[in-house]
């Protein structure tokens, strides 16, 4: 899968009307940032994170880029909240409660990445990288899951887990357009 590419992943552009007009955007491992791009174009205020000093380089031009190395360094939006947080082919486990957590009240998680089978058709096909049945699920529970999917994907084959969850915000229940 070639990720240098700016088309934003399809189940991001599904699910990007959950976000409100005026929610900041965080982008986790953003790349070259092209969900930063999709939100900016969108009129959203736009930070992405990223290890790589040439994936921050190309990120800066849609929005804040903070270069960190989020596995092996300290997380660096602690006590920060996001109207939505967008996360698509990443998957470091300790940091899912820190990626949860910064869903503001009212805020939405897309969140799509590989999962367990993906190791019979290609890359990644370490069980590090993979997600187990549920897994996704399992890491959202604070969160209301609008949508949710774990299957397989062809052109290119792979096995995804990917969800749109919306953290409570009031007593009513929000209504979130399907």
């Given amino acids: 899968m070639n990720h240098a ?5 399809p189940w991001i552009v599904r699910w990007s009307h959950l976000p409100a007009a005026d929610a900041t955007v965080l982008d986790v491992a953003c790349g070259a940032g092209r969900h930063m791009q999709w939100f900016a174009q969108r009129g959203h205020a736009v930070t992405g994170v990223d290890r790589s000093p040439e994936a921050v380089d190309a990120a800066g031009r849609f929005g804040r880029a903070v270069l960190a190395d989020i596995e092996a360094g300290p997380w660096p939006f602690a006590g920060q909240r996001f109207g939505a947080v967008v996360v698509t082919n990443y998957l470091w486990r300790p940091r899912l409660p820190d990626i949860v957590a910064a869903v503001a009240p009212g805020g939405v998680l897309l969140y799509e990445t590989f999962a367990m089978g993906n190791e019979t058709v290609g890359k990644p096909s370490r069980p590090d990288f993979l997600l187990a049945p549920g897994e996704l699920l399992a890491a959202c529970a604070p969160l209301r ?5 774990d299957g397989f994907l062809s052109a290119p084959e792979r096995f995804v887990q990917r969800i749109a969850a919306v953290r409570p915000s009031g007593a009513a229940p ?5």
Avoid: K
């Fill in 5 to 9: 590419t700016l088309t934003p992943s």
């Fill in 145 to 149: 899951v609008v949508a949710y999917e």
């Fill in 174 to 178: 929000a209504r979130h357009p399907l």
